[in-house]
Nanobody, 124 residues
């Protein structure tokens, strides 16, 4: 049974930083592409960042590029999202996702497994 458990969310002031973690179990993590998505109230879930199985390829949404960094530790079965220079518009529930297809995806439909989400709130 695949489990993805996010942590590290919280309340932060604009300009601050947070580091999200996603611990994976029940899958071959070192062969899994991983993604971060977010969903704000009343909006569709949107892509934030993705990293391939080796960590050699990363993708970012334009709205977070230069502020957020995705990374992974295959020895700890964990993927991270370092979020700097946070803005109120970054407020959302952040979800970790995993997939084991060969192509790294930026689409919600490209991931088979999802975590329960962690709330990030950025105050102005």
């Amino acid at each position: 049974q695949v489990q993805l458990v996010e942590s590290g969310g919280g309340l932060v002031q604009a300009g601050g930083s947070l580091r999200l973690s996603c611990a994976a179990s029940g899958l071959t993590f070192s062969r899994s592409n991983m993604g971060w998505f977010r969903q704000a109230p009343g909006k569709e879930r949107e892509f934030v960042a993705a990293i391939n199985w080796s960590g050699g390829i990363t993708y970012y949404a334009g709205s977070v590029k230069g502020r957020f960094t995705i990374s992974r530790d295959n020895g700890k079965n964990t993927v991270y999202l370092q979020m700097n220079s946070l803005k109120p518009e970054d407020t959302a529930v952040y979800y970790c996702a995993a997939d084991q297809t060969p192509v790294l995806s930026m689409q919600v439909a490209g991931y088979n497994y999802w975590g329960q989400g962690t709330q990030v709130t950025v105050s102005s």
